[in-house]
């Protein structure tokens, strides 16, 4: 079976939803490969599809043409076998809508996701399994710094407004009071944290009054709009609509994520029940199974790599360094029953031989530099006689285990300055020896 002509390389969704992606504008991407190319697409699930300009930037690829950003959705619409049947008069009002969408919803989405502390957490923590090791330390900061830059673009004072405070500085505040319960002094420094809390929870509701009410202007065109129409779409539509995909996909990522401060998802819910309804009914008709063939998944699919635990990702880190360990730890080689290996499909090269010595080689000088600090430390004990006097060079005393104890550097004896091995008590020969004395 060849591979689909369409492929999108987009940011990974997460096993706990049956979103495509956790990236907006990837979600809008796919919806619109949904509605325009059902069927003629795949979608390729990765943690770094765009640049470092535009780190979650969606790539679409058709043979030997790349497209990006907006551009994929003019492709799409240029391209598709079904182009929506708008009135020629509303196709200037879709435009309009198209960049109203761009410029006040986006912008509030990603401040839902990411600026809301208590929300970017629970973000962080659906993308952190999505990422290999080690770009899963840096990888949600910068998509974090990306979707901060989309939104001071267009509203830079919304950045830091609502929620609660970060727990960073919830923990600080808890030490000070603890530290500071008696004394003229405490008592001061308890009303100045009084007051600093009053602040936070004035900036916080403040902020949160700000951000709703520029949601309920938007959700209010977008509800009497919807409401005009004679379909459930949108300008009296028989079918769903490029706007149509393009709302749905920005409303889901607040409205079918359990996010923890739902400021947006509450308001629709009470509000604007077209919009809800909407959206929905587009989640139905764009990705069920009964209604649109799923999208080919090449890759590593978004749901098979956000169930990836910490511990396979270190043992994946493990398998790179060392590709040749025993016990059928890295798959690429194992034993049978008889204790004859079993032959790999295809022979390594001599550039993979070569890298392969490499790291073995990288193991052994890390294990051999840690053994030896903990044992120069005195943190880790080694055997006297034979053994420790060759890898000690004969320092070692004749029998048991050996510390290293280091010198105090004062006085004239050589051996004070620079350290000595010393015996660890043994305390079964002692009572031997007190048994024999007796």
């Keep these: 079976m060849s591979a689909p002509a369409l492929q999108l390389h987009a940011l990974p969704g997460s ?4 979103l495509a992606s956790l990236d907006p504008d990837s979600l809008v991407a796919a919806s619109y490969l949904q509605l325009l190319h059902p069927g003629e697409w795949a979608l390729v699930s990765t943690p770094d599809p765009g640049s470092s300009s535009s780190p979650s930037a969606p790539v679409l690829h058709s043979h030997n043409d790349t497209w990006t950003g907006s551009a994929i959705l003019h492709h799409l619409v240029q391209t598709s076998s079904s182009p929506p049947n708008l009135d020629p008069r509303h196709e200037a009002d879709a435009r309009a809508f198209h960049a109203l969408l761009d410029h006040n919803l986006l912008p509030l989405v990603l401040h839902s996701l990411y600026s809301l502390p208590q929300n970017w957490a629970f973000v962080r923590s659906l993308l952190l399994p999505s990422f290999p090791f080690p770009t899963a330390f840096t990888r949600p900061t910068a998509l974090r710094h990306a979707a901060h830059a989309v939104v001071d ?5 919304w950045w830091g407004l609502g929620g609660e405070a970060d727990k960073e500085a919830d923990d600080e505040r808890r030490r000070k009071k603890a530290l500071l319960e008696t004394g003229i002094d405490g008592i001061k420094e308890r009303n100045d944290l009084t007051r600093r809390d009053g602040k936070e929870r004035v900036k916080k509701t ?7 009410a ?3 202007e938007l959700f209010t065109a977008l509800e009497s709009t919807l409401a005009s129409s004679s379909t459930p779409f949108f300008f009296s539509s028989s079918s769903p609509t490029p706007l149509d995909a393009h709302l749905s996909s920005l409303l889901s990522l607040v409205l079918f994520l359990p996010l923890p401060t739902p400021l947006l998802a509450d308001l629709i819910n009470a509000s ?3 919009l809800w309804a909407h959206a929905a009914l587009l989640r139905r008709a764009l990705w069920s199974p009964e209604s649109v063939p799923p999208p080919v998944a090449l890759g590593p699919a978004a749901s098979s790599s956000a169930k ?3 511990s396979s990702s270190w043992l994946a880190t493990l398998r790179a360094l060392v590709p040749d360990l025993p016990f059928g730890l890295t798959g690429s080689s194992g034993v049978t029953r008889a204790g004859k290996a079993v032959p790999r499909s295809a022979p390594p090269t001599a550039a993979q031989r070569a890298l392969a010595r490499n790291r073995r080689a990288f193991v052994a000088v890390c ?3 840690v053994v030896g600090w903990l044992a120069g430390t005195g943190q880790l004990p080694v055997p006297g006689g034979k053994l420790g006097r060759l890898l000690l060079g004969g320092k070692a005393p004749r029998g048991g285990w050996v510390r290293f104890r280091a010198g105090t550097g004062e006085g004239d004896d050589e051996d004070d300055e620079d350290g000595e091995w010393e015996e660890e008590e043994d305390d ?8 024999d004395d007796e």
């Design 15 to 18: 096993s706990k939803h049956d």
């Design 428 to 435: 079964e020969e002692d009572d031997e020896d007190d048994l």
């Design 153 to 157: 673009a267009t509203h830079p004072d």
């Design 206 to 212: 403040f902020g949160e009054g700000k951000i709703v």
């Design 214 to 216: 520029a949601a309920r």
């Design 367 to 369: 294990v051999v530099g």
């Design 308 to 310: 990836r635990t910490s």
């Design 272 to 274: 604007f029940p077209r």
